[in-house]
């Protein structure tokens, strides 16, 4: 089984600062990757898709990167509307989560 | 408008059975895989099954092979979870979500909680 790793686990910033998180997987997974927005309560909510994909309609403040074993994800200036926990999917075999990042606001 | 409306959630006892059930509208139903996703409380999201468009291809995660079946009814545009001898570990909130393709999953239905426990 592929292993997702994300970090940090959690994130305090302030409006406007940038915010990146990594994912890691046990194994190459080319750029089999998306990054999925979780609100308390609401069912998450697909961001990037292909490792740096934006979804239609996904503000572009949002991007990902990175290819093989190692991705980012970030949030070039972070609002409120962002406080949310971030998950990394991967789909190069089974599809599998990452632990999540939950950010939040300073 | 795409839409995937879960029901059939509840509290049910260790080793007892519940069937979850999926109603999509809004897309053409036939043509997308499928797929179950779960979140226990305070926890992170767990993939647990998938089926494709026809039904061909079906595939569980591990902690719930052998005891869930996941099933589809292309004319109903419905998408269903068979879940048997359920185990206080299983407690989560159940969502449907739509693959677009290659295991993304762009709709997501708003979840149904199952809760085991005696």
């Known amino acids: 089984d592929i292993q997702m790793t994300q970090s940090p686990s959690s994130l305090s910033a302030s409006v406007g600062d940038r915010v990146t998180i990594t994912c890691q997987a046990s194994q190459d997974i080319s750029n089999y990757l998306n990054w999925y927005q979780q609100k308390p309560g609401k069912a998450p909510k697909l961001l990037i898709y292909d490792a740096s994909n934006l979804e239609t309609g996904v503000p572009s403040r949002f991007s990902g990167s990175g290819s093989g074993t190692d991705f980012t994800f970030t949030i070039s200036s972070l609002q409120p509307e962002d406080i949310a926990t971030y998950y990394c999917q991967q789909y190069d075999n089974l599809p599998g989560f990452g632990p999540g990042t939950k950010v939040d606001i300073k | 408008e795409v839409q995937l409306v879960e029901s059939g959630g509840g509290l049910v006892k260790p080793g007892g059975s519940l069937r979850l059930s999926c109603a999509a509208s809004g897309f053409t139903f036939s043509s997308y895989s499928m797929n179950w996703v779960r979140q226990a409380p305070g926890k992170g999201l767990e993939w647990v099954s998938s089926i494709s468009s026809s039904s061909s291809y079906i595939y569980y995660a591990d902690s719930v092979k052998g005891r869930f079946t996941i099933s589809r009814d292309n004319a109903k545009n419905s998408l269903y979870l068979q879940m048997n001898s359920l185990r206080a570990e299983d407690t989560a909130v159940y969502y449907c979500?739509?693959?677009?393709?290659?295991?993304?999953?762009?709709?997501w239905g708003q979840g149904t909680l199952v809760t085991v426990s005696s």
């Open positions: 979500a739509r693959d677009r393709s290659g295991s993304t999953f762009d709709y």
